[in-house]
């Protein structure tokens, strides 16, 4: 797909793969809207990018339709990649032996699985809307979801069952949207150099980077904004999750 005179939208688009994927986007001859929190340097790096910045919370419609009103604005919008996304660990019992509270796993469900569907929700309905390219096509969404989806460690209860459907609703997402010529794909991203790995003494980076078979060390952003722009090229990936990994299976701890 030719994105010269397109228009692109990256959740969590301000920092670790969504930047990366951002940066990517923006190259090919994209327009790219940055969607992040208020609070992040979405603004400033939408401007180095000659984007815009639509300040949101994925879990919003009213917000993420306002965002993607922005994007589709500027050109018809044929990109979308949700990047947003949190992590922390929670167990289901304490170290007191009691149930942790439903809080936790509620917000981690509530931004990586509902946020990633409202954005599918609202973006394909924006996409549907454009006239199709030469070849047919209107648009591709690309989800995150984590290899965690299937090797999810002790600790991850919440953030497994948010990625591990994020990659179920991709095929029946993908089928729905066929009528539509909109293609939908999910990368599972194994261990990566994310900001918030990054924050981490470098021994304990390079103890988790030698858990990966090939290549020994973590997986770079931007080589998750290289497989984002394979798949917007590939018109016949579809309906897909792929994991980017170096082939590890994550141990039970």
């Given at each position: 797909?030719d994105?010269t005179g397109a228009s692109?939208l990256?959740t969590?688009g301000?920092s670790?793969l969504g930047?990366?994927t951002?940066?990517r986007?923006?190259?090919?001859?994209a327009?790219?809207?940055?969607?992040?929190?208020p609070s992040s340097?979405g603004?400033?790096?939408a401007a180095?990018?000659?984007?815009?910045?639509?300040?949101?919370?994925?879990?919003?419609?009213?917000?993420v339709a306002?965002?993607?009103?922005?994007?589709?604005?500027?050109a018809?919008?044929?990109v979308?990649?949700n990047?947003?996304g949190?992590?922390p660990?929670?167990?289901?019992?304490?170290?007191e032996?009691?149930?942790?509270p439903?809080?936790?796993f509620?917000r981690?469900?509530?931004?990586n699985l509902?946020?990633t569907?409202?954005v599918?929700a609202?973006?394909?309905?924006?996409?549907?809307?454009?006239e199709?390219?030469a070849a047919?096509?209107?648009?591709v969404?690309?989800n995150?979801a984590s290899?965690?989806?299937?090797?999810?460690?002790?600790g991850?209860?919440g953030?497994?069952?948010?990625?591990?459907?994020?990659h179920?609703?991709t095929?029946?997402?993908a089928?729905?949207?066929?009528?539509y010529?909109?293609?939908?794909?999910?990368?599972?991203p194994?261990?990566?150099e994310t900001?918030?790995?990054a924050?981490?003494?470098?021994a304990?980076?390079?103890?988790?980077?030698?858990?990966?078979p090939y290549?020994q060390?973590?997986g770079?952003?931007d080589e998750?904004a290289?497989l984002?722009m394979?798949?917007?090229?590939n018109?016949?990936?579809n309906g897909?999750?792929i994991?980017l990994d170096g082939?590890i299976?994550?141990a039970?701890?």
């Amino acid at each position: 797909m030719d994105l010269t005179g397109a228009s692109a939208l990256v959740t969590g688009g301000a920092s670790g793969l969504g930047l990366a994927t951002a940066r990517r986007l923006a190259s090919a001859g994209a327009a790219v809207t940055i969607v992040d929190l208020p609070s992040s340097p979405g603004a400033v790096i939408a401007a180095e990018l000659g984007g815009s910045f639509a300040p949101a919370d994925v879990t919003d419609p009213e917000q993420v339709a306002s965002a993607v009103a922005a994007a589709a604005a500027s050109a018809p919008l044929r990109v979308v990649v949700n990047c947003a996304g949190i992590a922390p660990p929670a167990k289901v019992l304490d170290r007191e032996g009691n149930p942790s509270p439903l809080e936790g796993f509620e917000r981690i469900i509530r931004v990586n699985l509902i946020g990633t569907y409202n954005v599918i929700a609202q973006a394909s309905a924006a996409i549907a809307k454009t006239e199709p390219t030469a070849a047919g096509d209107r648009g591709v969404i690309v989800n995150t979801a984590s290899v965690a989806a299937f090797d999810g460690q002790i600790g991850q209860p919440g953030y497994s069952a948010s990625k591990g459907g994020v990659h179920a609703m991709t095929l029946p997402i993908a089928r729905e949207l066929a009528r539509y010529a909109i293609r939908v794909v999910t990368i599972a991203p194994g261990i990566m150099e994310t900001p918030m790995l990054a924050s981490l003494p470098q021994a304990a980076q390079d103890s988790l980077g030698e858990q990966v078979p090939y290549p020994q060390r973590l997986g770079k952003p931007d080589e998750y904004a290289r497989l984002v722009m394979s798949i917007v090229d590939n018109g016949y990936l579809n309906g897909e999750t792929i994991r980017l990994d170096g082939a590890i299976r994550m141990a039970p701890r």
